[in-house]
């Protein structure tokens, strides 16, 4: 979050474009409460793995807090953000996770807000409520507020 925060503050003094991807895996606690907590944390870190391959290298990914994570993009366009967020969903769900004698396949609900200059805090608030409007939408899906 603190290298995001000095993202913000990079690209609104350069006039560049940024975005903020909120992303979480979808169904996430049926993972757990079905598989157990030792092939939930190998869910999330085959999603964490199979999205680093995807960004960019100077890209900020992080994890935000249980089955969600973050992602910095900056110097894209809006019209290739969606196209960036969903190249990575389809990173997370292309292919079957085996573990052991699991095999499972994951999906994730991406949320996008531009970089504007606001707080962080404001950013990840509308982000959020794109997560939620692609959750109700059915999940599995990108949705970018402009």
């Not at 993202?7 to 979808?26: H, L, M, P, W």
């Not at 953000?81 to 079957?96: K, L, M, S, V």
Request: charged share 30%; with cysteine; net charge neutral.
């Amino acid at each position: 979050m603190n290298l995001a925060s000095a993202q913000i503050e990079r690209v609104t003094r350069q006039g560049s474009n940024a975005y903020f991807i909120i992303f979480d895996i979808d169904h996430f606690k049926k993972v757990n409460d079905t598989f157990g907590h030792l092939i939930g944390d190998k869910v999330l870190k085959c999603v964490a793995d199979r999205v680093k391959k995807a960004l960019r290298p100077y890209d900020i990914f992080g994890r935000y807090g249980g089955e969600e994570f973050t992602i910095f993009v900056s110097d894209i366009s809006s019209t290739d953000i969606a196209n960036y967020a969903e190249r990575i969903r389809r990173a997370i769900c292309g292919e079957p996770m085996e573990f052991m004698d699991t095999k499972l396949t994951a999906s994730a609900s991406f949320g996008i807000a531009p970089v504007t200059p606001k707080k962080l805090e404001a950013i990840i608030h509308i982000a959020d409520e794109a997560l939620y409007k692609a959750k109700q939408e059915g999940r599995n899906r990108v949705e970018l507020t402009t």
